[in-house]
Structures are given as structure tokens and as C-alpha cells.
Nanobody
Framework: QVRFVESGGGLVQPGGSLRLSCTAN????????MGWYRQPPGKQRELVAG???????NYIDSVKGRFTISRDNAKNTMFLQMNSLNPEDTAVYYC?????????WGQGTQVTVSS
């Protein structure tokens, strides 16, 4: 059974950086469009960054220029480099295919941006 595992979250001050990682067994990342999602407190989960075959990327406007999605196909790992973090980025961050598959959601990793 495929299950994504996210890591790298934590507490960071405004303006700080974090790098999230995503791994999974049983699914070759290189064959799929994938994405990083987040769910802020009290809000719905949203797609924030996507990567497709050929490593083309796209982002929601609020993270453009600050977040970078990438993946290492040889290690079957996907990353989200987050710079210039602000309190509005506080959320649980998840990875999944894009579009997502319900049964593949992992536990996510908490990112809290606060002074």
C-alpha cells in the first residue's frame, strides 16, 4: 500500500527557512505529477506547488518566489524548499500525487511560523 511520508517541519521565525522532504514506497515518483499541499488551521487543504514529468513546476501566487519544489527521482524523494516564511504559511504540509489520491495521504508535517 502506498503511503507518503513527510518530514522536515518545525517552528521557525518569520523570515526563516525550512526544507520539507517526501518519500514513499511502491510508486516511482518520476512517472507521476506530484504536489505539495497544506492545510492551515481551520481551513481546507490546498495545493501550493506542483511538479510534472520533465520537472516543470507551478505554484500558487502566495508562495511564488519563496517556495521551490523539486525531486530526486533516483532517491524517490520530493522536496519543498521554503524561504521567507511568514505566519500565513503556518499549516500541516502534505505530499501526494497531483491530482491527489485519497488513500495516499500521510500524516503530514507541521510548519509553524511564529516569533
Amino acid at each position: 500500500q502506498v503511503r507518503f511520508v513527510e518530514s522536515g517541519g518545525g517552528l521557525v521565525q518569520p523570515g526563516g527557512s525550512l526544507r520539507l522532504s517526501c518519500t514513499a514506497n511502491g510508486i516511482p515518483f518520476s512517472n507521476y505529477a506530484m504536489g505539495w499541499y497544506r492545510q492551515p488551521p481551520g481551513k481546507q487543504r490546498e495545493l501550493v506547488a506542483g511538479i510534472i514529468r520533465g520537472n516543470r513546476t507551478n505554484y500558487i501566487d502566495s508562495v511564488k518566489g519563496r517556495f521551490t519544489i523539486s525531486r530526486d527521482n533516483a532517491k524517490n524523494t520530493m522536496f519543498l524548499q521554503m524561504n521567507s516564511l511568514n505566519p500565513e504559511d503556518t499549516a500541516v504540509y502534505y505530499c501526494n500525487l497531483n491530482p491527489s489520491l485519497r488513500n495516499y495521504w500521510g500524516q503530514g508535517t507541521q510548519v509553524t511560523v511564529s516569533s
